[in-house]
């Protein structure tokens, strides 16, 4: 891959960007001043990584909505996150997240069936009863952690729908988190970043390993099932792309739900935001989707150009990567007027939270249901949210979110 100098022409780069792969900066610093400084730009902005490995920063609505629709002219075979610049992922072609269509089109089709609106309007009562119980402490009139909590919402829900016992879930959430934040010291068990990742995508993909063989002779209804069930070019899937895609599901469901109540609690507590909210039910909807866009919990999305390709004037070269910045297309104010301000009724709300094209997030009814129906169960049982200590923020690039929102309440008469 070719060596940019550190001026490109018609795209200046700026120091700025160049704190962009550092996870501290979204755990203590501010992205979206550096995303407004590089909007501010007529091109994208070039960062250079080492002497070998380095990205373009695409910080628009329009361009990013771009990247990732065209998947002819962007790759996602090679992997998806940033820490795997430069290196080919060895799940491409396998899991639905790193695969391109026509393949990815094929795969996706009995599993988006499963997810789809109606399939999940079925398990709403079931969302709403496990959502009950995880918030049910804070009517006892202490301190609760609303970010833990949240962490382990997604996974009472997607651990229900993919048959997973519950006894693992507060241990399958725990190694997900380590997936996507695994440079977050409260996460590293093993003494090191790698040695930490390495331990979890270990115990992940051997968990997967034996509960495939299990429900090969123990199918349900489940989504484990689906996709053992699944077929597609002539056969069904091999336990190995099984358990790649069972894996990128429960990331997928850690990743996006619990960050947008996360968000809305730890910087909105102390607004109008939950009263307006509280007294006028019908915006459930539209708050949701403002939740979803202020948070952008899937921070980056990587890709490489296939051709020679050109980007808001700034010439791409084949092989070379992209990086879009979800968080920066959701504030762009080209799209959203306003940007900077929390609408819960903002509509048209066209956000990226989700992606976009043929890769958009396949759980995306599963997580607006568990959204709703929590605010819903939410709003309707408490009042008077107060912060009860300062939220701490995961450490991460590629994850938007807090893991720890310190609060009280009171339940409602």
């Not at 979803?292 to 808001?312: E, G």
Request: with cysteine.
């Amino acid at each position: 891959m070719p060596v940019h100098n550190a001026t490109v022409s018609g795209c200046p780069v700026h120091a700025a960007d160049t704190d962009l792969v550092d996870p501290h900066l979204y755990s203590d610093g501010d992205a979206h001043a550096v995303w407004r400084e590089l909007r501010a730009q007529d091109g994208l902005s070039w960062r250079q990584v080492d002497d070998e490995r380095g990205f373009w920063n695409v910080v628009h609505f329009k361009e990013t909505d771009f990247v990732l629709r065209n998947t002819h002219l962007f790759t996602s075979e090679r992997g998806t996150m940033l820490e795997l610049l430069g290196m080919d992922d060895p799940a491409g072609g396998q899991q639905l997240a790193v695969t391109d269509p026509p393949r990815h089109t094929i795969m996706q089709a009995r599993l988006k069936k499963a997810l789809a609106v109606k399939a999940v309007d079925r398990q709403r009562d079931t969302i709403r009863e496990l959502v009950g119980d995880l918030i049910a402490p804070i009517g006892d009139g202490g301190v609760f952690d609303w970010g833990q909590a949240m962490l382990a919402m997604p996974m009472s829900v997607t651990g229900t729908m993919m048959g997973l016992p519950q006894q693992d879930w507060p241990w399958l959430s725990r190694l997900t988190t380590i997936c996507i934040a695994a440079d977050d010291p409260e996460y590293q068990d093993e003494g090191s970043r790698d040695a930490t990742l390495h331990m979890a995508h270990r115990e992940l993909f051997a968990y997967f390993q034996d509960l495939v063989r299990f429900r090969r002779e123990n199918a349900g209804d489940d989504l484990i099932s689906v996709l053992i069930n699944t077929r597609f070019e002539g056969r069904h899937m091999s336990s190995a792309e099984i358990v790649s895609n069972c894996y990128s599901l429960l990331l997928g469901a850690n990743v996006t739900t619990p960050h947008a109540p996360n968000y809305v609690m730890a910087e909105f507590i102390e607004t109008d935001v939950l009263p307006q909210w509280a007294a006028d039910p019908e915006v459930g909807v539209t708050a949701v989707e403002e939740a979803l866009r202020w948070a952008s919990p899937v921070n980056h999305m990587l890709r490489y150009a296939t051709q020679d390709v050109v980007v808001r004037d700034t010439p791409i070269a084949e092989g070379e990567a992209v990086v879009v910045w979800l968080g920066a297309a959701n504030r762009d104010e080209a799209e959203f007027p306003n940007a900077e301000t929390f609408d819960i009724r903002r509509k048209p709300n066209k956000h990226l939270a989700f992606g976009i094209g043929p890769h958009y997030c396949v759980g995306h009814s599963v997580a607006r249901v568990t959204l709703r129906t929590l605010f819903e169960e939410l709003l309707a049982q408490y009042e008077d949210f107060a912060p009860a200590g300062k939220p701490e923020r995961l450490v991460s690039n590629f994850v938007s979110g807090y893991k720890h929102v310190p609060i009280t309440a009171k339940r409602r008469a």
